[in-house]
């Protein structure tokens, strides 16, 4: 049975957004794309060109003009709860870029637009839906390394000086729920003219799973700068019996076969089908081989884009994922409002304790914390108004968070 095609539109096509245009392009077997939004004109009109469709430079005129089945909302995040607060008054089912919101209160609103609508919410979070990762996964699944001891990620992906992109996959890997967390943060000097700033912040934490597993992560606020760009990432998942570690360069499964250790390299077999940079699908070449197939491998989502082929995956896995919510297909990939809101907590969670210099802070969180005071504080002062209290007045003024994303 052929699926359906939903209507729909993109708001924002900033970095990000271009991104995602490349992959919507790919699937046309599952969406039409009607039109595109962005605050910047100009921008919103040069997408429009290339994809052939609409553009708009108002928020409150896309949504009523264009009757959406779905929206993917690719905003700066400090936006997202607004912008689904426009998507929920027409109806509109949503794909928000991670993370969900900022601070939990934007995530409530969220939540109860949301709910009030009857609208599904999925949300980008990329990480743990790229290829290696869902072949580690499944090499846990399948025993290969024994029961998970430990998660670490250094340099890894993450956001706002933040980390939900790292706490997406520490969750992913342990299985397990976050108990406790204890961060540490240093501000630092830098040399003149060698980064955007005059300082960069370290921020380290240290991770405690309510099934017993342990993680640590490591990252820094000056790493899309030149200084910091390309530095070796990577996340090392350790087992009873082997370990794996993944990253942007050489990623490897190895384990114990025998009393001696085995080291099986990751491979990816090309695609079929003569669509460029198509990757068939990543294996190790244990016995039995342990796999993840490309579902995409015959269709172009713009592989050979700035992130290569695993972001494209990753992002068309989420389009079909909210196309299934969509359609009332049961999906155990969703990624709705609640795992999203995990993630964003735990990242909250180690600001709030390098805020205290190390004092462990546990989960769930309870009142706002005074690091989500200071970052509405910051938000009131850079726009104007409270991103809670003044979210209508925001609204009207197709805000959309004002820098490209």
Same mark, same amino acid.
């Given at each position: 049975?052929?699926?359906?095609?939903?209507?729909?539109?993109?708001?924002?096509?900033?970095?990000?957004?271009?991104?995602?245009?490349?992959?919507?392009?790919?699937?046309?077997?599952?969406?039409?794309?009607?039109?595109?939004?962005?605050?910047?004109?100009?921008?919103?009109?040069?997408?429009?060109?290339?994809?052939?469709?609409?553009?708009?430079? *108002?928020? =409150?005129?896309?949504?009523?003009?264009?009757?959406?089945?779905?929206?993917?909302?690719?905003?700066?995040?400090?936006?997202?709860?607004?912008?689904?607060?426009?998507?929920?008054?027409? +109806?509109?089912?949503?794909?928000?870029?991670?993370?969900?919101?900022?601070?939990?209160?934007?995530?409530?609103?969220?939540?109860?637009?949301?709910?009030?609508?009857?609208?599904?919410?999925?949300?980008?979070?990329?990480?743990?839906?790229?290829?290696?990762?869902?072949?580690?996964? =499944?090499?846990?699944?399948?025993?290969?390394?024994?029961?998970?001891?430990?998660?670490?990620?250094?340099?890894?992906?993450?956001?706002?000086?933040?980390?939900?992109?790292?706490m997406s996959l520490m969750?992913?890997?342990?299985? +397990?729920?976050?108990?406790?967390?204890?961060?540490?943060?240093?501000?630092?000097?830098?040399?003149?003219?060698?980064?955007?700033?005059?300082?960069?912040?370290?921020?380290?934490?240290?991770?405690?799973?309510?099934?017993?597993?342990?993680?640590?992560?490591?990252?820094?606020?000056?790493?899309?700068?030149?200084?910091?760009?390309?530095?070796?990432?990577?996340?090392?998942?350790?087992?009873?019996?082997?370990?794996?570690?993944?990253?942007?360069?050489?990623?490897?499964?190895?384990?114990?076969?025998?009393?001696?250790?085995?080291?099986?390299?990751?491979?990816?077999?090309? +695609? =079929?089908?003569?669509?460029?940079?198509?990757?068939?699908?990543?294996?190790?070449?244990?016995?039995?081989?342990?796999?993840?197939?490309?579902?995409?491998?015959?269709?172009?989502?713009?592989? =050979?884009?700035?992130?290569?082929?695993?972001?494209?995956?990753?992002?068309?896995?989420?389009?079909?994922?909210?196309?299934?919510?969509?359609?009332?297909?049961?999906?155990?990939?969703?990624?709705?409002?609640?795992?999203?809101?995990?993630?964003?907590?735990?990242?909250?969670?180690? *600001?709030?304790?390098?805020?205290?210099?190390?004092?462990?802070?546990?989960?769930?969180?309870?009142?706002?914390?005074?690091?989500?005071?200071?970052?509405?504080?910051?938000?009131?002062?850079?726009? +104007?108004?409270?991103?809670?209290?003044?979210?209508?007045?925001?609204?009207?003024?197709?805000?959309t968070g004002g820098t490209?994303?």
């Open positions: 049975m052929a699926e359906q095609r939903l209507r729909l539109g993109l708001l924002g096509v900033g970095r990000r957004g271009q991104t995602h245009l490349a992959t919507i392009a790919g699937l046309a077997d599952r969406y039409e794309l009607v039109a595109v939004c962005d605050v910047d004109e100009k921008n919103a009109q040069a997408a429009a060109e290339r994809a052939d469709v609409k553009a708009y430079s *108002n928020v =409150a005129e896309f949504f009523a003009r264009e009757k959406l089945d779905v929206v993917d909302i690719v905003t700066p995040p400090e936006s997202h709860h607004l912008m689904a607060m426009a998507a929920a008054e027409h +109806g509109v089912n949503m794909l928000i870029e991670t993370p969900l919101a900022t601070t939990r209160a934007m995530m409530d609103v969220i939540q109860e637009v949301a709910a009030k609508a009857g609208v599904h919410v999925e949300v980008g979070e990329n990480m743990w839906r790229q290829p290696p990762a869902q072949l580690n996964r =499944a090499a846990i699944d399948a025993g290969l390394i024994g029961r998970v001891l430990r998660v670490s990620t250094h340099y890894e992906s993450i956001g706002q000086q933040g980390s939900y992109h790292q969750r992913f890997y342990t299985g +397990g729920e976050l108990d406790e967390v204890r961060g540490i943060s240093r501000e630092f000097k830098l040399a003149e003219g060698t980064a955007a700033s005059s300082s960069e912040l370290w921020t380290q934490a240290t991770l405690s799973f309510k099934n017993g597993a342990l993680g640590s992560c490591t990252y820094v606020s000056s790493w899309l700068t030149p200084l910091r760009r390309g530095h070796p990432a990577f996340t090392s998942i350790e087992g009873t019996e082997g370990f794996i570690v993944a990253g942007r360069g050489a990623s490897a499964l190895h384990r114990i076969e025998h009393g001696v250790q085995v080291v099986y390299p990751l491979r990816i077999e090309a +695609g =079929a089908g003569g669509v460029k940079d198509a990757p068939a699908r990543y294996f190790y070449e244990t016995t039995p081989p342990v796999e993840y197939v490309n579902p995409f491998a015959g269709q172009d989502l713009g592989y =050979a884009g700035p992130y290569g082929p695993l972001d494209a995956i990753a992002i068309g896995a989420e389009l079909s994922s909210i196309h299934r919510a969509v359609e009332s297909k049961p999906d155990t990939n969703f990624y709705g409002l609640e795992r999203a809101r995990l993630d964003q907590e735990m990242s909250i969670a180690i *600001n709030e304790s390098a805020r205290l210099d190390g004092r462990p802070v546990r989960l769930p969180l309870g009142e706002q914390t005074e690091w989500e005071r200071r970052v509405h504080e910051a938000f009131e002062k850079r726009f +104007g108004g409270d991103p809670i209290k003044d979210a209508r007045k925001l609204l009207a003024q197709s805000f490209r994303y």
